[in-house]
Nanobody, 125 residues
Framework: QVQLMESGGGLVQPGGSLRLSCAAS????????MGWFRQAPGKERDFVAA????????YYADAVKGRFTISRDNAKNTLYLQMNSLKPEDTAIYYC??????????????????WGQGTQVTVSS
């Protein structure tokens, strides 16, 4: 079992930036694909970004491509999401997740096995 804990959310004005972190413990973090998802009120949980175990592969949803950057530091067991040029439609609870089977699709919610509790991001003036 792995424990994931997100941090770094908050209130930011449109056009601003935030950096989310996800600290992992309890399992060998470095061997698994990791992902970020988000869920707005009344909506389904959606894929945001994913990164391979070696950070050699990164994947983004079209809505965030060019604005968000996913990265990881395996020595620190930490996953990051740098979010720039934030828009009101980015408002959601952001979750990090771990995928045990690397053959699964990177963008499917049900292909991830362990989840954090989420951190709220609110983009508003």
């Amino acid at each position: 079992q792995v424990q994931l804990m997100e941090s770094g959310g908050g209130l930011v004005q449109p056009g601003g930036s935030l950096r989310l972190s996800c600290a992992a413990s309890g399992r060998t973090f470095s061997t698994y694909r990791m992902g970020w998802f988000r869920q707005a009120p009344g909506k389904e949980r959606d894929f945001v970004a994913a990164i391979s175990w070696s950070a050699g592969g990164t994947y983004y949803a079209d809505a965030v491509k060019g604005r968000f950057t996913i990265s990881r530091d395996n020595a620190k067991n930490t996953l990051y999401l740098q979010m720039n040029s934030l828009k009101p439609e980015d408002t959601a609870i952001y979750y990090c997740a771990l995928q045990r089977f690397s053959g699964s699709h990177y963008g499917r919610v049900n292909s991830y096995d362990d989840w954090g509790q989420g951190t709220q991001v609110t983009v508003s003036s």
